[in-house]
């Protein structure tokens, strides 16, 4: 099942890059494995993914303690990078700053950086652990007061200014989640807000702010028409997610 939607997917994706003329390769997808089990990832793995996405922290952790450097028999040589590890992590959830470390110590990303409070905090962690922190900004474009994610312009730019001083932080793009809505309209309009604030702070003097990260299993499409860069794509890969299930069980 899984490498069936994956391939689906990635039709999905090409069809719709071709149709508006972008080039596949400038589009990340990755899949969001959260509440799914090694199994699953494994499985995707085989498939050719390389880059996954988890919002807890803990739960993040133990999957990159049982994957550290998983090369499936698949694989080919110089799929690795330096440090003999071929899986990209992102963590793409709300992060306390209690939970910093385990973020920090397993992802390669870090999509929802929305304060200077957890910016430091992780700047703080990296340092201490020798990496450079790749982050994102995440912003609230639907005007949903549940979202967490940052809508002041003066604010983000701030919070950008600041990251780009961190030494153990690099800012690297955007993030955002759509509105819960059928309505696609409303959706497009959260996605050209995002591109669009991008382009106002490349104009800022924030050239380094390069990535898109937006685009679910919903409307992924419509944030590859607004310049998506990075696709976190669960449901559409892994299956509905069953939260009455333990994914500790397919440990
Ligand atoms: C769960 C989640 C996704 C994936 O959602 P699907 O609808 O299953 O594709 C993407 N981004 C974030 C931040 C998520 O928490």
Known sequence: MI???????????ENKCSEIERDP?????IAVSKNFGIDAIKKAYDEGIRDFGENRAQELD??????????????????SDVSGR????HFIGN?????????????????????????AEINKRAGAVNKIQKVLLQINTSEEDTKSGLTNYSEIRD??????????????????????????ELVRKS?????????????????????????MTSDFEIAIEEGATMLRVGSAI??????????????
């Open 3 to 13: 490498a069936g939607n994956i391939r689906k997917v990635k039709e999905r994706i």
């Open 238 to 251: 892994f299956g509905e997610r069953d939260y009455s299930k333990d994914w500790r069980e397919s440990l």
């Open 25 to 29: 390769a400038g589009i990340k997808l």
């Open 159 to 184: 919070l950008a200014g600041y990251c780009n001083e961190f030494p153990s932080v690099e800012l690297i793009g955007l993030m955002t989640i759509g509105p819960l809505t059928n309505d696609m």
């Open 86 to 89: 071929n899986i990209v992590w």
């Open 62 to 79: 133990i999957k990159f303690s049982r994957m550290p450097e998983f090369v499936s028999s698949k694989s080919k040589a110089g799929d």
């Open 95 to 119: 992060l306390q700053r209690n939970k910093v470390r385990f973020a920090v110590d397993c992802a390669d990303y870090i999509h929802s950086v929305d304060s200077l409070m957890l910016a």
């Open 191 to 215: 996605f050209t807000r995002l591109r669009k604030l991008k382009n106002r702070l490349n104009g800022d003097n924030f050239a380094n702010i390069k990535e898109l990260s937006m685009g």
